[in-house]
């Protein structure tokens, strides 16, 4: 049996959750559960932000600002559309252009999800040499 999206994304009870530019159906699936849901708004000290993009120029700048917002053992998901659907809609998304500026901040990617037949999302972390002691992702 598939694992739940809260599940896959890492999302534990009492995690506050920040959806920026969400989808109903994603705020639907994470509603109802044990946690604070932040829908369209920032808050500090937020355990996980889910973001989700519709072009990869300046991407780079926003995950900087966006860190500044997440806990040090935290987890930021960039969702976006799969490369056939970007295409469909005529987004201008690169992965490799998302990835490159994402990696100049001080931010690493180590996981991929499905979020629906046409979303997937890339979660990002803050690199360890920047975290403080006795932080873990």
Sequence with gaps: MEKDLAARLGIRPGSKVCLL?????????????????????????CDVILYWI??????????????????PDGRIWVIMPRKEVAA???LNIDWNEVQKEVLKTKLVDNKVVS?????????????????KEGTKC
């Design 88 to 90: 469909e809609r005529k």
């Design 115 to 131: 979020i629906n037949k046409e979303e997937y999302a890339i979660q990002f972390v803050i690199r360890k040499k920047y975290r």
């Design 54 to 71: 519709d072009q990869s120029k300046g991407i780079g700048e926003k995950m900087a600002f966006l860190q500044s917002k997440v806990k």
């Design 21 to 45: 530019r969400p989808d109903e159906d994603t705020v639907s699936r994470l509603s109802g559960r044990d946690i604070t849901l932040i829908v369209n708004g920032l808050e500090e000290n």
